[in-house]
């Protein structure tokens, strides 16, 4: 990452980020973000723009926020100790339970969030993507909540993976688009959301699902979503005793773990980020963009991306369809780039494995995208022993099943603990 950041602005440009200066007027992260838009959108995201820097700081709107978690979302979601997954690995493991959240995963937390902006917007209507489904189904949730017409775009191929989530989307009243162009996974489902937004940018709402995107959707997102680790460091230290030696979240698009890891940035905490490594190294055989990736633009931001050696975008491999994504949220860029989070990959089997064993030990069923970072804990665990670990657990695994049902339990080696 030498040729984007030199290691002489890393410092700089990471205290930025910590005192709130970054992103910065052009949206930018360091040299990362920004917004590469068609002209057609450039009204709708001035909008959102203004909106977001007239209401989110306000009194009123936090006011609303905090009520709609405490109330509605049930926060603050738990965090557990888990006794039997700590004497396997030897370290002291905590879990920051967001499957506890309503509809099952932290995207509840950001869903609610710009539904109640786009009530303040005016807005007639809402659009969202979704890729495992559980952005869509939180979106279809907050707009039942504050009685916001849904459509969620779907590529076909995760419709056919989850099916459960496709139902309970269509139980809370959303409709469901099913995107047959490009990949038919979470990339197709963005451009096609995107499309359907320049058709009205006045009436329609896009509620995007993660750290992505041109600005201010990175900085919204990440906002909405910090509550994970602003409850986490408070959760810790009064529950555990300290704050953790390591933090592990699985990254996709990076919602989940840039809302555990912001408010931690300035804690003398490794913070590590699990992508999915799929079934090998080569373009397409995984999701691990900041493992494998290279500069460049995807929908609407510069950051980091999988692409051949043309600028092609490529398509991705994961059994896990939260993190079947090409790209990765710009503010992961730059912590990667100025060191402050370490990116890794953990591959299908290694994530399968570690979900049996939690399933095993903590009688937890984790979503196929956590079990990514469960993976690469244990790792380190093994090589840091007697250490103190907090893993963001994203959403539960009842999602998961059509998938699971593929991968029958392999042995019971697990429960002998």
Same mark, same amino acid.
């Given at each position: 990452?030498?040729?984007?950041i030199k290691?002489?602005e890393?410092e700089?440009?990471l205290?930025?980020?910590?005192?709130?200066r970054l992103?910065?007027?052009?949206g930018? $992260?360091?040299?990362f973000?920004g917004?590469?838009i068609?002209?057609?959108l450039?009204?709708?995201?001035?909008?959102?723009?203004?909106g977001?820097?007239?209401?989110? *700081?306000s009194e009123? $709107?936090q006011e609303?926020y905090?009520?709609?978690?405490?109330?509605? =979302?049930?926060?603050?979601?738990?965090?557990?100790?888990? /006794?039997r997954l700590?004497?396997?690995? +030897?370290t002291e493991?905590?879990?920051?339970r967001?499957? &506890?959240?309503?509809?099952g995963a932290?995207?509840?937390n @950001?869903?609610?969030?710009?539904?109640l &902006?786009a009530?303040?917007?005016?807005?007639?209507r809402v659009?969202?993507?979704t !890729?495992?489904g559980q952005h869509?189904?939180?979106?279809?949730?907050a707009?039942a909540r504050l009685?916001? /017409?849904?459509r969620?775009?779907?590529?076909a191929?995760d419709?056919?993976?989850?099916? *459960? @989530?496709v139902d309970r989307?269509?139980?809370?009243?959303?409709?469901?688009f099913?995107?047959?162009s490009?990949?038919?996974?979470l990339r197709a489902?963005?451009?096609e959301a995107?499309?359907e937004?320049?058709?009205? *940018?006045a009436g329609?709402?896009?509620?995007?699902?993660?750290a992505?995107?041109?600005?201010?959707?990175?900085?919204?997102?990440r906002?909405l979503q910090? =509550?994970i680790?602003?409850?986490?460091?408070?959760?810790?230290?009064?529950?555990?005793? !300290?704050l953790p030696d390591?933090? $592990?979240?699985?990254?996709?698009?990076?919602s %989940?773990?840039?809302g555990?890891?912001?408010?931690?940035?300035n804690d003398?905490?490794?913070?590590i980020?699990?992508e999915a490594?799929?079934?090998? @190294?080569?373009?397409?055989e995984n999701?691990?963009?900041?493992a494998?990736?290279?500069?460049?633009?995807?929908?609407?931001?510069?950051?980091?991306i999988?692409?051949?050696?043309?600028?092609n975008v490529?398509?991705?491999?994961s059994v896990?369809?939260? &993190?079947?994504?090409s790209?990765?949220?710009?503010?992961?860029?730059l912590?990667?780039?100025?060191?402050?989070v370490?990116y890794?990959?953990?591959?299908?089997?290694?994530?399968?494995?570690a979900?049996e064993?939690?399933?095993?030990l903590?009688?937890?069923?984790?979503?196929?995208?956590t079990?990514h970072?469960?993976?690469?804990a244990?790792?380190?665990?093994?090589? %840091? *022993?007697?250490?103190?670990v907090?893993?963001?657990n994203?959403?539960? +695994?009842?999602?998961?099943m059509?998938t699971l049902?593929k991968y029958?339990?392999?042995t019971?080696?697990h429960?002998?603990?």
């Amino acid at each position: 990452m030498s040729s984007v950041i030199k290691s002489s602005e890393s410092e700089e440009l990471l205290q930025a980020l910590l005192d709130g200066r970054l992103p910065d007027e052009r949206g930018r $992260f360091g040299p990362f973000g920004g917004r590469y838009i068609p002209e057609t959108l450039v009204p709708a995201f001035e909008r959102l723009e203004q909106g977001v820097r007239e209401h989110l *700081p306000s009194e009123s $709107f936090q006011e609303d926020y905090a009520r709609e978690l405490r109330e509605w =979302v049930g926060r603050p979601t738990a965090l557990s100790f888990a /006794p039997r997954l700590s004497e396997r690995w +030897g370290t002291e493991v905590w879990i920051k339970r967001e499957d &506890l959240a309503h509809t099952g995963a932290h995207k509840i937390n @950001n869903a609610i969030g710009q539904a109640l &902006l786009a009530k303040r917007l005016g807005a007639e209507r809402v659009i969202a993507e979704t !890729g495992a489904g559980q952005h869509g189904v939180a979106s279809a949730a907050a707009c039942a909540r504050l009685g916001l /017409p849904c459509r969620v775009y779907m590529g076909a191929v995760d419709i056919e993976r989850q099916a *459960p @989530n496709v139902d309970r989307m269509h139980r809370l009243g959303a409709e469901v688009f099913p995107v047959e162009s490009g990949d038919k996974t979470l990339r197709a489902a963005i451009d096609e959301a995107l499309r359907e937004w320049v058709s009205d *940018p006045a009436g329609i709402y896009y509620l995007l699902g993660s750290a992505v995107g041109a600005h201010p959707y990175p900085y919204l997102v990440r906002e909405l979503q910090s =509550v994970i680790g602003k409850e986490s460091r408070e959760q810790m230290t009064r529950q555990a005793g !300290g704050l953790p030696d390591a933090a $592990f979240a699985c990254v996709g698009g990076g919602s %989940n773990a840039i809302g555990l890891f912001y408010p931690l940035l300035n804690d003398p905490i490794e913070l590590i980020g699990v992508e999915a490594g799929g079934i090998g @190294n080569g373009l397409g055989e995984n999701a691990a963009t900041l493992a494998t990736g290279t500069p460049g633009v995807l929908q609407g931001s510069y950051s980091i991306i999988l692409q051949d050696k043309d600028g092609n975008v490529q398509e991705t491999q994961s059994v896990s369809a939260g &993190l079947d994504y090409s790209g990765v949220g710009p503010e992961h860029a730059l912590l990667q780039a100025v060191g402050r989070v370490k990116y890794v990959a953990a591959s299908d089997d290694e994530a399968l494995e570690a979900l049996e064993e939690l399933c095993e030990l903590e009688g937890i069923l984790t979503a196929l995208e956590t079990a990514h970072a469960y993976a690469y804990a244990k790792k380190w665990s093994v090589d %840091n *022993p007697v250490k103190r670990v907090l893993i963001g657990n994203s959403g539960r +695994g009842d999602k998961d099943m059509p998938t699971l049902t593929k991968y029958p339990p392999r042995t019971r080696k697990h429960a002998g603990a």
